[in-house]
């Protein structure tokens, strides 16, 4: 039957049957070839079932890479990055949209911490937070739910499609089983037999627990078909030479994957090797064993660079734990009964947030203690800011009770204001400063107002005794004069050489400030005049701006030093600047942890961060003057 088949196929079929690479298999061959043929074959079956299962490592890791770049986002960025993935559901992968709902809740429960903590150091209480409601958030929830719905819709059908796959591949293969026992005329068997092999191909995924069982059952029936049609071995040659070329080919881009810098990349390009080495057929008897050596080495090596790449991965999580474990040990070895002012808690507290930013630095740790050392974090830092609460409640107590007293010197001197024993009431008041002095700040509310009302009451009562010193009125014209005539001796000044002239001026500015008072109404003008002439000298003698306001400022002093009132005028000029030496101490603090929350690579990172420097600069020098000031003042009240 077989020589008739040879013997009637057509010329131009002989060219078809060479085209289609038609797999031969000799008589005397069969049984040998169908255990030969099946052992490296089912070799790449168990290779790839192994290389899928450790895809799964790959994803992992590939899902770090995609947390990392999510951890970078916004919220509106994370947003407007899970819209897009929802909306191309069948594209996106489940480690893309976990790592942007991990990103976004990790920044949630950051902003929430933040709240809680400022709300607890304003003096309220941990029961009575409760955390505004964030409208991002019922977005991100929407679109996990419609990402959900679609994936289940997705993965239902792809179930379903392998389903069909299956069912399709059993078909075949009882079809393949039919021309295995047909007797009908070659040229139709072999048409139909191509025809399986190509639908077979075109058919893609099956259920992974079908795929060895289909690939075996196949390769027996085409081995079966082989033997009994009996191809002759023009044929069986020709497909043998073709599918040699097509092997070595893949063993070469194989063997140049070993050269790829991207190992992942490189894994992922096997597999899809390994499938092309499956579709294609036998080579000859003698080749196969040598050949398939080759292959199997070459994707041994690539398997082996992907391992030791997951290891060294493994290593380096293990590094960042034990990191995370020794910020843990700082933080939890904190000696609480050493804080016991407000300067050991501020320099404790830059220990902590400097440990935070670490702690932001360093990567992943292993899976399974991840969590773990987090929540072990979280813990050691929620009980010393609970701890540091604790403190400032105990001072807000102490703060009241200073109010209480500030609140009786008031009293005190609003009942001795109107007082006309001017020099028994004078040392009253003056010992009422003294005390008040003695006295530790209050809440920043009550500050301004408790002191309006002390400065309030003193002021009064020098201003009434003023009015009873006549004889003060002559002193202030002849003041005046002095005066004068020293506005004529500044502008004067010619001297070239710039120390001797600065020494000059000083001497001269120190002069005014041992002449008394003028006249209320000439007051405002005199020192117009005066500090007209002082500034021209000044841009003359080109004096920085600092030791100008330093000048002024003891200049004022000696004028606001004098008369009855005079010490209480500084303490209350003191009292001024020791607010605003707090406020601007505060909002320096404010301004330096901000800067570090400020990434130089995102959008207008890197303008923010220069103007926030240059404002904190400005900060510090505005801080040293105003120490210099209250120095100034300590010095006049010696």
Request: net charge negative; with cysteine.
């Amino acid at each position: 039957m077989m020589d008739t088949h040879e013997t009637n196929l057509p010329a131009e079929e002989t060219g078809k049957l060479e085209e289609t690479k038609a797999p031969v298999t000799a008589p005397e061959d069969t049984a040998e070839e169908v255990v030969t043929n099946e052992t490296p074959e089912a070799e790449v079956v168990a290779e790839e079932t192994s290389a899928e299962a450790e895809v799964s490592t790959d994803e992992t890791a590939a899902g770090d890479d995609v947390a990392t770049a999510a951890g970078k986002l916004s919220k509106e960025e994370i947003l407007e990055k899970l819209t897009g993935l929802v909306a191309a559901a069948a594209d996106a992968t489940r480690n893309e949209v976990e790592a942007l709902k991990q990103a976004y809740y990790k920044i949630h429960r950051s902003e929430v911490d933040e709240l809680k903590k400022a709300f607890l150091e304003d003096g309220g209480e941990e029961k009575d937070f409760v955390a505004p409601e964030d409208e991002t958030e019922n977005k991100i929830k929407d679109l996990l739910a419609v990402y959900k719905e679609k994936r289940a819709a997705i993965l239902a059908e792809e179930e379903r499609v392998k389903a069909a796959n299956y069912a399709l591949k059993l078909q075949l293969i009882d079809q393949l089983k039919a021309l295995t026992e047909s007797q009908e005329d070659f040229n139709k068997l072999y048409n139909d037999f191509k025809d399986i092999q190509q639908r077979w191909k075109e058919v893609k995924a099956v259920p992974q627990e079908h795929v060895s069982e289909l690939w075996k059952n196949y390769q027996i029936y085409s081995e079966k078909f082989y033997d009994i049609i009996k191809i002759n071995n023009q044929f069986r040659d020709y497909d043998f030479k073709k599918n040699l070329e097509l092997k070595t080919a893949l063993c070469e881009t194989v063997e140049k994957l070993q050269t790829e810098p991207d190992v992942v990349s490189a894994f992922h390009q096997l597999q899809k090797l390994h499938q092309q080495w499956r579709e294609i057929g036998p080579v000859a008897k003698e080749l196969r064993e040598d050949l398939w050596a080759r292959f199997k080495a070459a994707s041994t090596i690539i398997n082996k660079r992907h391992q030791e790449h997951f290891e060294g991965l493994k290593a380096k999580e293990q590094e960042n734990l034990e990191a995370k474990t020794a910020i843990c040990e700082q933080i939890e070895g904190i000696d609480y009964s050493a804080l016991k002012s407000f300067k050991d808690w501020e320099e404790k507290n830059k220990e902590v947030i400097s440990l935070q930013e670490k702690w932001k630095t360093i990567g992943f740790a292993p899976k399974k203690s991840n969590v773990k050392i987090f929540e072990r974090f979280r813990a050691a830092c929620d009980v010393y800011f609970n701890r540091k609460s604790e403190f400032y409640k105990g001072i807000k107590e102490e703060m009241e009770k200073n109010l209480e007293l500030k609140k009786a010197l008031c009293e005190k001197a609003e009942a001795l204001k109107d007082s006309t024993e001017w020099k028994s009431t004078t040392e009253k008041m003056i010992a009422l400063q003294k005390e008040w002095k003695t006295i530790g700040s209050v809440a920043r509310k009550h500050s301004d107002a408790i002191w309006k009302r002390f400065i309030s009451a003193c002021d009064y009562f020098f201003e009434q005794k003023n009015k009873n010193v006549s004889s003060q009125k002559s002193v202030e014209q002849t003041n005046l004069a002095a005066k004068k005539a020293l506005i004529e001796k500044i502008n004067a000044i010619e001297e070239t050489n710039h120390d001797e002239a600065l020494a000059t001026l000083k001497g001269l500015m120190a002069e005014w400030n041992t002449i008394g008072h003028v006249p209320f109404k000439e007051k405002d003008k005199i020192y117009k005049e005066y500090h007209e002439a002082v500034d021209k000298q000044f841009d003359r003698l080109k004096v920085d701006q600092n030791d100008r306001k330093m000048q002024t400022f003891r200049n004022n002093l000696s004028d606001m030093s004098g008369g009855e009132r005079g010490k209480g005028k500084l303490y209350g000029e003191r009292e001024k600047l020791m607010r605003m030496f707090e406020r601007m101490k505060n909002e320096l603090q404010t301004y330096e942890n901000n800067i570090g929350f400020l990434s130089i690579s995102s959008k207008g990172g890197g303008g923010l961060v220069k103007e926030m420097e240059r404002k904190i600069e400005k900060l510090k020098d505005e801080m040293a003057l105003i120490v210099k000031k209250i120095d100034a003042i300590d010095e006049n009240l010696e």
